[in-house]
């Protein structure tokens, strides 16, 4: 036999038996760049007039650690292609913004019309159902039909004309109640879970649209005073599709009603069935995890603060919107490191007694810039914990501490240690301090020559109960987003726990 006709022939052997494994080379190829046996999804994002930036990172992450998925991102969805999607089991819609095309919109259908999921999330409902975000992510208004159709149908409803005047009341906290406890994403769960979130209202929904869960839409909250759907399922074809209305942002991902539906509603869309527990967001946290309070209160801050603390399978942690919230009872079980972020000055004898009683008890303590300014009145905390105390007015001959936004800071390493080995010298935009009282006892880690700052940026206290770590950086996103600033915060919580040597 001939070298060519040879090589026809182990051409056609090899074609023959990968039909024979019914695969082709292509999707033999993909499977080895996934989890074996994993439900594969793929976020669609990049748009929205919503923070993609924090909740597709943070979506991702809830998917991910459940060990059920293997998870991908597309943040450019116009081009995508039936073969680009035929890798997977289900796509999640984080998006809101201009339309992808015929191309890529076909594909979609017809990804799930053939038997695969998709959920959409919160803003994804009328990203092109009946109402069209521009490019600048403005919602215009007015449109009598849905701009994409097939998709209202998937998602299981519109936003009608003539539109509402908003979408949503107030923020606020509300009941959602269980109204489907047969469907498989709810099957075990408890009939009620409270969100704190944008309550949606005055959607259309499609005969076809099963109605999961519903909330009442309280009028003095700017609601309509009905019950409104927020948890939905649609069988699209031979697909399934879970809308959810709930998850504005971050904080709001963040509850324990929004992560169980989600990762059980994806499950669902993926695979027809669910097998994560119905308690899945309190039972996820591992026994060796550390656990971290987040506390937050008193000044604003950028949403991409909570980016910071995402991405990390060796804590979880939790969120205090007050200091009040945080200290209202005894935390020395609960947490192993606290976070402060917040700016306060007022705190009842009980809730001074339990934080004390934490950072006496040899637990980690990381305090992030304004934080400094805290309990201007208790000397114990700013003498002898933190080490230091931003000035809010004159005391004495001592003027006032002064801030400045947007400083451009070449920050360098004062001695090498576990916090900052990783990091080294490292150029940031941020917000300095001026004027600051600091124990000469502290160590300093960090230190700037910007003259608009005190020079030392970050420290160890001398405090000897437990181990305290202050670091100035952090005012906006311009420093959240820096990968610099997140490892100074990620070994500063290690550190301060015993985890970091």
């Not at 005055?202 to 909250?221: C, G, N, S, V, W």
Request: with cysteine; charged share 25%; hydrophobic share 35%.
């Amino acid at each position: 036999m001939r070298g060519k006709s040879r090589i026809r022939v182990l051409m056609l052997l090899l074609l023959g038996l990968s039909l024979a494994d019914g695969s082709n080379g292509a999707s033999t190829d993909i499977a080895r760049f996934f989890k074996p046996g994993a439900l594969r999804i793929l976020i669609l994002s990049g748009r929205n007039n919503h923070d993609w930036r924090t909740t597709t990172p943070f979506l991702r992450k809830l998917l991910t650690d459940s060990g059920r998925f293997d998870v991908r991102v597309c943040e450019e969805p116009a081009g995508l292609t039936s073969e680009t999607l035929s890798a997977y089991d289900a796509i999640v819609v984080d998006y809101c913004g201009p339309r992808w095309g015929t191309t890529t919109e076909k594909a979609v259908e017809s990804f799930v019309r053939s038997g695969k999921g998709m959920v959409a999330v919160h803003g994804a409902s009328y990203a092109f159902s009946g109402l069209e975000v521009l490019g600048d992510g403005h919602v215009r208004t007015g449109i009598k039909e849905p701009a994409w159709p097939e998709y209202a149908r998937m998602v299981g409803g519109y936003w009608p004309e003539p539109p509402p005047k908003q979408f949503h009341g107030q923020r606020h906290s509300f009941t959602v109640k269980i109204a489907q406890k047969d469907h498989p994403i709810f099957q075990g769960m408890k009939d009620t879970f409270v969100a704190t979130d944008e309550l949606y209202h005055q959607m259309t929904f499609l005969p076809e649209t099963r109605i999961l869960a519903t909330a009442y839409d309280d009028p003095k909250m700017g609601g309509t005073g009905k019950e409104e759907p927020l948890l939905c399922a649609v069988d699209y074809g031979k697909g399934k599709v879970f809308y959810t209305a709930l998850g504005h942002e971050v904080p709001a991902m963040s509850e324990s009603g929004f992560i169980t539906t989600f990762v059980r509603g994806s499950e669902w869309a993926a695979s027809g069935k669910v097998t994560l527990p119905p308690d899945f967001a309190e039972s996820r946290p591992q026994a060796d995890r550390l656990r971290v309070l987040v506390v937050t209160g008193g000044h604003d801050y950028e949403p991409s603060f909570y980016a910071v603390f995402e991405g990390y399978g060796d804590w979880t942690w939790t969120h205090a919107v007050s200091n009040q919230a945080a200290f209202k009872s005894d935390l020395r079980k609960k947490y192993d490191v606290l976070v402060l972020y917040d700016f306060s000055q007022d705190l009842d004898e009980q809730g001074r007694k339990n934080l004390q009683d934490f950072v006496e008890s040899n637990k980690g303590l990381v305090v992030l810039h304004h934080a400094i300014a805290d309990y201007q009145a208790w000397p114990w905390w700013y003498q002898e914990v933190v080490g230091g105390k931003y000035l809010l007015q004159a005391e004495g001959s001592t003027p006032a501490s002064t801030y400045k936004h947007d400083e451009d800071l070449l920050v360098s390493p004062v001695e090498t240690h576990p916090i900052t080995s990783a990091v080294g010298p490292l150029y940031i935009r941020d917000e300095t301090y001026k004027g600051m009282w600091m124990s000469p006892n502290n160590r300093i880690l960090l230190r700037t020559d910007n003259p608009t700052s005190d020079g030392p940026i970050a420290w160890i206290s001398s405090y000897p109960k437990s181990r305290v770590v202050y670091l100035e950086l952090g005012h906006d996103s311009a420093a959240h987003r820096n990968p610099a600033y997140r490892a100074l915060v990620r070994n500063s919580i290690l550190w301060t726990a015993g985890r970091l040597r």
